[in-house]
């Protein structure tokens, strides 16, 4: 009788295994046609973009470019925020949301799975008045085909206390040769792109590793930027990937120096007295993309969102509250041109210093052909080894 | 008038055929069991059993480095890096340590809890201090470990408490997870030793006591032996349920990660390394449950 049951029970689990590894090998990559022109709008678009990209009003009843959007289209908005690109990418493959706001080493991936549709620029009318430097790049297009719009650009600046650390810092060297002055109270985004902040500083102070890209290393230039991390990994108080907690730390006194975002030098109180400054060796920065889903469920809501977040009065708020370039020169005319040029909008030279995020792939992205390049997946790898 | 015309007949059908299911209900015993079980089995199986399986099917899988899209050929890899990975192993060895003190920490902070509530507290008091007790649980879990983040930053209460005795808080870090965990998971071990202690007869007590042996070997010999499945239903608790943490780790951990933050960082970009890694407090808690089982620690869950 027993082991009759338990035949039966290993029948239908192993039934139940075959259903799920069915499941699992069906791997639909769906090729949606580009759409020539809008239909109805459905009424409801959900967001998935960066923190401060979509804001209602929750957050501060200043700042809402939202609710104009849905009064203008009658699309309702529903949006959630991440943290880290990663965490970007498994939350869109859910199939959930219709558009994601993602940056440069995330958006390569979501091309290359189907994961995102081309796009139809023609039905994007704003998209004329976006800065031709940002238009069409490695990050955004693939084979001359649109994959993403451009928000808006800028750099992972240096924030520090200016009562703790004295002198007031010009370069990188404080998170990591002299760290250990601040041991303890370091801190550094927690995300293997952050290897690449490495390659920077290694590309100005040790050029006999001949690092011309942060995000084409081969194993010995890994190695190094591995072995540079791995000695900071003993200063850092805490790695952040929530901006929140990095405002926290910061507040009070638990971080005193490391990578930061505008939009957290803007959100610190006066009584936490940091400064923020891009250092001599340059930085990591990145420039992101609005891309539609290739399931999306609302792709005529999606595609005015688009539209909307690109002209001018919209991407000058969001971008103004995030801190980081518009893609639009006409933004500046409603965030004020002496705020542009403090993101150093539409400066060529400028936007030169700050090395995008880009996914590393096998094939070196700086041109070389003699070796091979390490990818993502070792470099996620790497930072796991490095956090220990 | 339909309505009431139509009344008596089916009166008389519907107990008849209920008459006729419950008589083949009532000879057919496999038939009935086989009803009565089920639900239940068939959601044990799905949610459960199931889900170990695809688990332990999804470990032997590989990914595409470059579009994370899963490859469904088996391979051993991803077990073997995780059985020979030296940060998997850091990483293990940490996370079991930090549950085993997180456990010993608060089987240590709900003995005499448990045993006031118990033996010494009056039945008023009793219930009072039952409801102090579940009353943490009433609030969410991430409102207590931001809280505990404030309690133990530079400019928290701790600091503030512990400056005049020239102390520091002691930061974020291995310790702060430990003391946050062990915050959190306090109920869950008080009540079955409360439960536990409930059950042990004052009768014994008091002839331990009548024939002569002092409260400390009461305590020891006759309290603690009957106390031990009690305890060890505790500890089942508060050690598994920190085998899977992360959250509390990410929050006041620091810089040091367990190993639900490495199934998190891989969740996304590598599903197959994230359930080869999830295996590993699976593997743990199953050695440890099959050890308790012998105890018979299990029956007073």
Redesign the interface.
């Given at each position: 009788m027993i082991s009759k049951t338990a035949m039966k029970l290993s029948a239908l689990t192993a039934a139940a295994a075959l259903a799920l590894t069915g499941c699992a090998s069906a791997t639909p990559s769906p090729t949606s046609t580009v759409p020539t022109a809008l239909g109805k709008t459905e009424g409801t678009v959900s967001l998935l973009a960066w923190p401060g990209y979509v804001e209602d009003g929750s957050n501060d009843p200043a700042y809402d470019w939202v609710s104009k959007f849905e009064d203008q289209t009658g699309c309702m908005v529903t949006s959630k925020s991440y943290g880290t690109s990663d965490e970007a990418t498994s939350l869109f493959k859910t199939g959930d949301y219709d558009v994601v706001a993602a940056s440069g080493d995330a958006t390569l991936r979501l091309i290359a799975s189907g994961d995102v549709a081309e796009l139809n620029t023609d039905l994007i009318p704003s998209y004329a008045g976006v800065y031709d430097f940002l238009k069409a790049k490695p990050w955004n297009s693939v084979d001359g085909k649109v994959y993403g719009v451009p928000h808006g650009y800028g750099a992972n600046l240096l924030m520090y206390k200016k009562d703790v650390v004295k002198p007031a810092p010009t370069s990188w060297d404080v998170v990591f040769d002299k760290s250990s002055a601040y041991k303890g109270k370091v801190t550094a985004y927690d995300s293997p792109i952050y290897i690449a902040d490495a390659a920077v500083y290694l590309m100005a102070h040790n050029p006999e590793l001949n690092i011309t890209d942060p995000y084409a290393l081969d194993e010995t230039q890994l190695q190094a930027a591995i072995d540079l991390l791995k000695a900071q990994r003993v200063n850092v108080g805490e790695y952040w990937s929530d901006y929140l907690k990095e405002i926290q730390a910061f507040e009070t006194g638990d971080s005193v120096v490391g990578t930061t975002w505008q939009v957290i030098v803007n959100s610190m109180s006066a009584k936490a007295k940091v400064g923020a400054i891009l250092p001599t060796e340059g930085a990591t920065g990145w420039s992101d993309s609005w891309m539609i889903s290739s399931k999306a469920k609302s792709p005529n809501c999606a595609y005015k969102w688009l539209d909307y977040i690109d002209s001018p009065e919209a991407n000058a708020a969001a971008t103004g509250y995030f801190g980081e370039a518009p893609a639009t020169a006409a933004a500046c005319e409603f965030m004020g041109q002496d705020v542009c040029d403090s993101y150093h909008a539409g400066d060529e030279a400028y936007a030169a210093k700050i090395y995008y995020w880009t996914t590393p792939i096998a094939n070196c992205l700086d041109g070389r052909t003699d070796v091979e390049c390490t990818d993502y997946a070792r470099w996620t790898e790497a930072w796991q080894e490095i956090k220990g | 008038m339909d309505k009431y015309s139509a009344l008596p007949k089916q009166g008389v059908e519907t107990p008849a055929l209920a008459r006729r299911i419950s008589t083949l209900l009532y000879s057919k015993v496999k038939l009935r069991l086989t009803l009565l079980l089920a639900a239940p089995?068939t959601w044990l199986?799905?949610v459960y059993?199931?889900a170990l399986?695809?688990l332990l099917?999804?470990a032997l899988?590989s990914?595409d480095?470059?579009?994370?899209?899963?490859q469904?050929q088996l391979t051993f890899k991803n077990v073997l890096k995780v059985l020979t990975g030296?940060?998997y192993q850091?990483?293990a060895l940490r996370t079991l340590g930090i549950a085993l003190l997180v456990t010993i920490v608060d089987t240590l902070i709900a003995l005499p809890i448990a045993f006031y509530m118990a033996k010494i507290a009056s039945p008023r008091l009793q219930r009072l201090l039952v409801i102090a007790v579940l009353m943490p649980l009433w609030a969410s879990y991430l409102v207590k470990a931001y809280a505990w983040?404030?309690v133990l930053?530079?400019?928290?209460i701790m600091q503030w408490l512990l400056r005049p005795l020239g102390l520091d808080t002691p930061?974020?870090g291995i310790t702060a997870t430990i003391i946050t965990l062990g915050y959190l998971w306090l109920p869950y071990v008080i009540l079955p030793i409360y439960a536990g202690l409930e059950r042990v007869p004052n009768s014994l007590l008091e002839a331990s006591g009548d024939l002569g042996a002092k409260t400390s070997t009461t305590l020891r010999l006759v309290m603690l032996p009957m106390l031990v499945p009690a305890i060890i239903a505790g500890s089942i608790f508060s050690f598994s349920l920190t085998m899977g943490d992360y959250i509390t780790v990410n929050?006041v951990?620091?810089?040091n990660?367990m190993l639900g933050n490495?199934v998190a960082?891989?969740?996304?970009?590598?599903l197959p390394l994230a359930a080869a890694i999830a295996l590993i407090p699976v593997l743990i808690m199953f050695g440890y449950l099959t050890a308790v089982r012998k105890t018979g620690a299990l029956e007073n869950l």
């Open positions: - | 089995l199986v799905l059993i199931a399986l695809a099917v999804t899988y990914v480095s470059y579009t994370s899209q899963i469904t030296q940060v850091t990483v983040r404030s930053s530079n400019e928290g930061g974020y929050i951990g620091g810089a990660q490495l960082t891989n969740v996304g970009n590598n």
